[in-house]
């Protein structure tokens, strides 16, 4: 699947982060956050402006890591959480404007550390959010098409994908393609497993996926669906009616319960 550029990504921050302010400066505070069980809307306002704050951190000291970093206040109410917000994602797209996809940078993610991996990131940090905050202000509007294409090349391969240095994964002839209807985009996982010992000497086995490319085999089992609806549901941000199931109901199952875990 075909990446989206820099700009694009940019605008993206800046207009999700702009449609989640205008939603959330409408919601009841005390709101609940349907898709986040613990958190009002309050604390979701005041979760991506810490995300942010944090971000832009990391940016503006590229390439050193932030040993330093001073963790802000939460502002005492909604019109400081709300200020505060606002400044923190100006403060992002001015930062990453600045900045060179190419850049070396901290992230959190053992291969990809540079720039580009924060703008694509922030990108779909922003969208999903933005969802959050509709849900909890009980109004949905639109993802854009192209970014939630490739917000579930993101969500698998970033965030159930990536592989720590510390452990392996072992593939499997197991392949499920998922097909994008309204973008016509294919995308290929492999199923297989992931074993290592983490840092703190406990060992880990279990079920794994990584995203591959086309493997020039027919797959187990088809997965379809609009890209918004197949993003959406990945982040467990609505609930699947509309996706099309085909194959191997049991290839299916297991890929379920790889993505229903906590992402880390």
């Known amino acids: 699947m075909p990446r989206l550029d820099f700009p694009t990504y940019l605008q993206h921050i800046r207009d999700e982060s702009q449609k989640f302010r205008d939603v959330l400066s409408e919601c009841d505070p005390a709101a609940?956050?349907?898709s986040c069980p613990d958190w009002r809307a309050a604390d979701l306002l005041w979760h991506l402006g810490e995300v942010q704050h944090w971000w832009t951190a990391v940016v503006v000291n590229r390439p050193k890591d932030l040993d330093d970093y001073v963790q802000p206040d939460r502002p005492a109410d909604h019109a400081g959480l709300l200020s505060f917000y606002d400044e923190q994602y100006i403060r992002l797209v001015d930062a990453l404007a600045g900045a060179d996809p190419d850049e070396p940078a901290w992230t959190w993610h053992p291969e990809h550390k540079n720039i580009a991996f924060i703008f694509r990131r922030q990108a779909h940090e922003a969208l999903i959010h933005r969802?959050?905050?509709?849900?909890?202000?009980?109004?949905?509007?639109?993802?854009?098409p192209a970014l939630a294409a490739d917000g579930v090349d993101e969500v698998l391969d970033i965030m159930y994908g990536g592989c720590p240095p510390w452990g392996e994964f072992s593939p499997l002839p197991h392949y499920i393609r998922l097909d994008l209807?309204?973008?016509?985009?294919?995308?290929?996982?492999?199923l297989g497993r992931f074993h290592g010992t983490d840092p703190d000497g406990i060992d880990h086995e279990e079920d794994d996926i990584h995203v591959v490319t086309d493997p020039g085999v027919e797959p187990e089992a088809v997965i379809s669906g609009t890209a918004e609806t197949l993003d959406a549901r990945i982040w467990r941000r609505a609930?699947?009616?509309?996706?099309?199931?085909?194959?191997?109901?049991?290839i299916i199952d297991r890929f379920r319960r790889i993505i229903h875990q906590p992402i880390n």
Request: aromatic residues 6%.
């Open 32 to 34: 609940d956050v349907p």
């Open 239 to 250: 609930d699947g009616a509309d996706i099309h199931l085909a194959g191997d109901l049991a």
């Open 181 to 190: 209807t309204d973008t016509g985009d294919q995308l290929w996982v492999q």
């Open 131 to 144: 969802r959050d905050a509709e849900l909890a202000a009980h109004t949905i509007s639109p993802f854009p």
